[in-house]
C-alpha cells in the first residue's frame, strides 16, 4: 500500500520509483511467460490436439473426418491393444509389489547399523543412475539365451540347463519384470531408507520392553507408521509402469511377435510406423486416463493432507 | 525384600568407563531417584536396568532372580521414555494394551487393565484417539499408563517430564508422587533437575562420571552433602562456598573468612559451633578449607519472627538484589566470593547498601580446600 500512497506526495522521484516497481513487479512473469506458453503450447495443446484425433479417421496424416468414438470401438476390439493391457496389469502389478518388497526388505537391513552402510546404499542406489535404455541393452545380453546367463550355466557344465525367457512368448514379460525391478527397487528402498530413519530409537526400546519380537515390531509399529512412504512409492512406481517404452524397445522391442507390448509400444507403433494415427491417438488418450487415474486421487489425498496438517 | 539389587555393575564403551562399579539396592515400594548433570552415566545406567544395553560386568537382580542377561521383554519391567515413544499408528487404547497383548494376554483382560488404567490416569476420554491428536501432557500420561497396565515389579521413568512446559511439568510431578503414594510401586527415576528429585524421591543417588558419589534420602543428601559437588548440584539457588582458614581461639575454633583484596581490614570471623565435632578439627587448624552455607542459612538482623534464632552477626555490602516474589535473593561479597543470601520477601534491602545479617552456623558444613571431600 505504502507506494501508493506516497507517490503524489513525493512527485518525480516517487513516480520514478514507481515506475522501478512495475518492472520489478512484471519481470518474474515476463520471464516466465514464454515457458509457460511453450509448456501449455507443446504439452496441454498437444494433449488436446491429440484427442481430437483420436475422434478423427486419420490415418498415415492427421486429417479431420470425424467419426465419434469408433476408434475407441476399434481399439478395445483389437486382439494386439487387448495383450498391451493384460502385459500392462501383469507387468505393472509385478512390478510394483517387488519393487516395494524388495525395497523394503534392503532398507530394514540396511536399518541396522551395519558397516559400510554408505558404500552400500549407493551400489544399490546406482541402477537409478542408468538410462533405462543401458538397463534394457545389459539385461537383453544378460538373459539372451547364446551368450547370457544361460550359456554361462551351460559352460560350467550344466548341460540341460535352460533359461530363455527371453524368447519364449509366454515368459518374456518377466524379463521385463526383472529389469524394471533391478533398476527401480533401490529407489524404492532409499524411499523407506528415509522413512525409517525418521523413527524414533525409543519406539523400538518400548516395543522391546513391551515384549515384541523384532520382526512383530516392524509388522505392527513400523510399517503402519511408513504408510504415507508405502503410498508415494506406488505412485510413483504405477506412473513408471504405465509409461514403459524405452526399456521394452531396447530388452524385447515388443516381442517375440507383439508379446510383450504395452500400451506404450502400441500406441508408437500404430502412430507412427503403421500409418494408424486415429487408433494410436486413441490409446495414447487410454493412457492418460489411466495416469489420471492415479493422480488425481494422489494430488487429492495430497492436497488435503496438507490442508489438515 | 529388595526389588532391585545391583552389584558391582560396570560398563565401558571402548576405552571409555561409563559406570564404574555401581552397587545399590532399593527395597519394594521405594522410589529412587538418580539425578546429576548430563554424561553422568544416569541413563546408562537405566537402561542397563531395564536390559536395554548389556552390562561389562556385574549383576543385575529383579526380585531377587538374576536378570544380568535377561532380554528387556523377560523383566518385569516398564519404562515410560523421554519422547514418551507411543506408537504413532496406533490410537491410546491399542498403546495401553499392546504390552499385554504381546504377553498373550485374554481379549477381556485386557480390555479390563485398559480400562482401570484410563480411569486412574483420567483419560478415558481420549482411549480412541491417535498419539499425534493429543498434549504434551496427554501423551505423558498415556506412557505412563502404558507403563501402569503391565503391572510390573519396577517403573522405570527416564527423564518424563523434560518435554514439558514449566507449569505442567510442576503438575505431573505432584501426580507422578500422588500417584506413588497411592500404588506403593517401586520406581526408578532418571532426572536432571535437583528439584524434581527432592521432590519426588524416597532417596536420592547423585551420580558423576560415571559413580555413584551419594545415595541417601532427600534429607540426607540436601543438609549432610558428602563432597562440594553433591553440595552444590542440590538447591536452587546453589550453596555458598567461601574459603577460609581454620584458627583456633578462645574456646572453641573459628573461621577466619579469607578476603584477598583487603589483607589489613580486620578480617571476617565466624565462630564454628562448640557442640559440632570438634575431633574433625582438630588437625586442621591453620588449614585453608571451604565453608558451605545455603543461601536460606543467612536470615536478616531485623527479623523478629524468630525470637529463638541465635546466629552469628555479620554485615555485608549488597551488590544484587532480586525479588522473586516468595523472598529476596540477595547478592554480597562475603570474602573472596559472592555469596546469595535468601531474605524474607518484606525486607527492604537495596543494592549498594550495608545490611545486618545473622548466619546460623549450626547447620554450615566444611570441606577440603583440595580434595572437596567434607571435613565437618
Redesign the interface.
Known sequence: MSPHVSSPRVGGKGRRRSLAGQVERFLPRLVVAPSLAVALFFVYGYMLWTFVLSLTDSRMLPQYDFVGFAQYARLFANERWNVAATNLVVFGGLFIVSCLVIGLLLAIFLDQRIRQEGALRTIYLYPMALSLIVTGVVWRWLLNPGLGIQALVRSWGFEDFTFNWLVDSDMAIYTLVIAAVWQASGFVMALFLAGLRGIDDSLFQAAALDGASLPRIYLRIVLPSLRPVVFSAVMILAHIAIKSFDLVMALTGGGPGYATDLPATFMYAHTFTRGQIGLGSASAIMMLCGVLAILVPYLYSELRGQRNG | MSALNIRHVDKTFGSTQVLKDISLSIDSGEFLILVGPSGCGKSTLMNAI?G?EPVTSGEIQIGGEDVTWH???ERD???V???Y?L????NVRQNIA??LE??KMPKAQREEAVARVAELLQITPLLDRKPSQLSGGQRQRVAMG?ALA?EPQIYLFDEPLSNLDAKLRVEMRTEIKKLHQRLGTTIVYVTHDQIEAMTLADRIAVMRDGEILQLGTPDEVYNDPVDMFVAGFMGSPSMNFIPVTLVSGGDGYVLRVLDGDDPTGAPLELPWPAERDAQALQARVGERLILGLRPEHFVEDETRMETSFDGTRLEVMATVVEPTGADILLQATLGETEATMRLGPKSRVAAGERVALRVDMSRAVLFEATSQRRVA
Open positions: 531395564a536395554l532380554t528387556p521383554a519391567i516398564a519404562m521414555f523421554q519422547s515413544a506408537y504413532p499408528s496406533m499392546f504390552g504381546m504377553r502404558r503391565r
